[in-house]
């Protein structure tokens, strides 16, 4: 049976997050005089971290294979642009433009992909010319203004909210009941998911954790689930935008841990050459790594546009710094074959944790991008601080 000590060096990357997350939500909570913890705050926090979320899931998986894509944010910026046209101005269903946006997110990944994975270009270079071109084609489009407004309908995929099925106030206020039952149901699946996954464990003879800390662990995040749910319920309830989260980071969690995909991914991060030699496409596994990039950011691009009401010309700017830096302070490696779709969320809300607090105590933009520049090269630090401790 593993002991805390050990499980917490086997773990170090995703419990250190997870507590220096924790830590800087209290320490805002401290200095902002409890505004960083109120519901309508926590929804915004949400409604404004989505698409760098979105975006991470692609991302740790570009970062794994021991690449970098610095064009997200302006594939993120040009999918609007062409929603924009495509609705606003040539009046077609928004369903359908958001088919058409997502293909040619992922049209553009593959763009990306063929010159890294085939052509043998660095991805460094690939990218970088992709952000400038379709920045340039996203000031070719807009002409310099803002489209908009868009349709109801489009506009609910960043700011709506699910319905509630119950009428019922708190204090006199509406709360959110269909949303205390979602947290309910969402903290007995966790259970019953980490409760099979240790009789698996134990079943193969895996060492496990002691039962007391299987406990602890389980009333934590329960709590967690509960009471963020309770701040939802507090104010709208589950944004639409979550409803859309949450699968993708299922999804993208399971197909790290547990698909022949995700170990072929982790393999080439690791050591390219070996795992060609293993029988591994690389170069096929690689491009398929950025057409599911280009499609990820086309899909945060199609948010930012709803939450913004329009499509602009500086949308998305500065949005690949917020990206790489949350996987990286998420536990990524610089050199690949390391990092969880976990971990990756975590740094995407010590991201927006941090942007939301500093803005709320009215530290200048200038400072902010100094001080997240900071917290990026520390995250680096560490990891190769452990590598060099670990040989």
């Known amino acids: 049976m593993k002991t805390l000590t050990n499980l917490f060096k086997d773990n170090i990357r995703e419990y250190g997050m997870l507590i220096a997350l924790i830590a800087i939500m209290i320490f805002f909570q401290i200095r902002t005089e409890g505004i960083l913890m109120k519901p309508v705050n926590i929804t915004n926090l949400v409604l404004q971290n989505s698409y760098i979320i979105?975006?991470?899931?692609?991302?740790?998986?570009?970062?794994?294979?021991?690449?970098?894509?610095?064009?997200?944010?302006?594939?993120?910026?040009?999918?609007g642009a062409i929603a924009g046209v495509l609705i606003v101005k040539n009046n077609m269903n928004y369903g359908l433009a958001i088919v058409i946006c997502l293909g040619m997110g992922a049209l553009i990944g593959a763009w990306h992909g063929y010159w890294v994975a085939y052509v043998k270009i660095p991805a460094f270079i690939v990218t970088l010319a992709g952000m400038l071109i379709f920045r340039g084609l996203t000031l070719v489009m807009v002409r310099g203004e803002s489209i908009g407004p868009f349709p109801p309908g489009f506009q609910k995929l960043s700011s709506g909210f699910i319905p509630d099925f119950f009428n019922v106030s708190l204090n006199g206020k509406p709360f959110h009941v269909t949303t205390i039952l979602i947290g309910v149901i969402l903290s007995v699946l966790l259970i019953w998911l980490d409760l099979r996954t240790r009789k698996n464990q134990q079943k193969y003879g895996f060492e496990v954790t002691p039962f007391y800390f299987f406990v602890i662990k389980n009333i934590a995040i329960t709590t967690a689930v509960m009471g963020f749910c309770y701040l939802m319920a507090s104010y709208k309830g589950v944004p639409n935008v979550l409803v859309i989260l949450f699968p993708f980071v299922t999804i993208y969690a399971f197909i790290t841990n547990s698909t022949v995909i995700g170990r072929r991914i982790y393999a080439m991060g690791?050591?390219?050459?070996?795992?060609?030699?293993?029988?591994?496409?690389?170069?096929?596994l690689l491009f398929y790594t950025f057409v599911n990039m280009g499609a990820l950011a086309a899909l945060a691009g199609l948010i930012v546009a709803a939450r913004l009401n329009s499509a602009t010309p500086n949308a998305g700017e500065g949005f690949e710094l917020d990206v790489i830096a949350a996987c990286f302070i998420g536990g990524a490696s610089a050199s690949g074959g390391i990092g969880t779709i976990i971990g990756a969320v975590v740094g995407a809300f010590f991201i927006g944790v941090m942007n939301n607090g500093m803005s709320i105590l009215g530290v200048g933009i200038d400072w902010q991008?100094?001080?997240?520049?900071?917290?990026?090269?520390?995250?680096?630090?560490?990891?190769?601080?452990?590598?060099n401790k670990s040989a």
């Open 54 to 79: 979105i975006m991470a899931l692609g991302m740790l998986l570009v970062i794994i294979s021991g690449w970098i894509d610095l064009s997200v944010g302006s594939i993120a910026a040009f999918v």
């Open 270 to 284: 690791g050591n390219e050459k070996a795992a060609r030699l293993s029988g591994v496409n690389t170069p096929r």
């Open 369 to 387: 991008q100094a001080i997240k520049g900071l917290v990026l090269l520390l995250a680096v630090f560490f990891d190769v601080y452990n590598k």
